[in-house]
């Protein structure tokens, strides 16, 4: 199993989570992260450091999100690595709010 972020990320891209992350597995797109499912090790530690809850494990993603399973480990393909945190953008917070983003996904 792995743990996968979701669309309440999209134009947060808070990273507290890459922050506990031991195995460095997030990668990082211009408005999103993802974790890579092959470098995961399933420590859940990110799940509670995310402060808008876009974590979830495989097993538990909700049904309306499933589709960010394939999406993240097609991503960390592609998407270089985070290991440090860094500033959230400066709309962060009011983007947290905002339910509906899969659109605004920049890959």
């Given amino acids: 199993m792995t743990y996968v972020v979701t ?10 989570c890459v922050d506990v992350c031991p195995v460095d597995c997030f990668r990082e797109g211009p408005n999103f992260l993802v974790i890579d499912p092959d470098e995961c090790i399933d420590c859940t530690l990110c799940v509670a450091e995310c402060p808008v809850e876009a ?4 097993d538990d993603v ?11 480990a097609e991503l ?6 985070i290991i440090e945190k860094k500033d959230g953008p400066p709309d962060a917070d009011e983007w947290a709010k905002v339910k509906e983003k899969k659109h605004l996904l920049e890959k």
């Fill in 7 to 16: 669309e309440t990320c999209i134009k947060c891209k808070y990273t507290d």
């Fill in 62 to 72: 909700p049904d309306s999100q499933k589709e960010f399973t394939p999406l993240n």
């Fill in 55 to 58: 974590i979830f494990a495989e």
């Fill in 76 to 81: 960390s393909k592609v998407w270089k690595p």
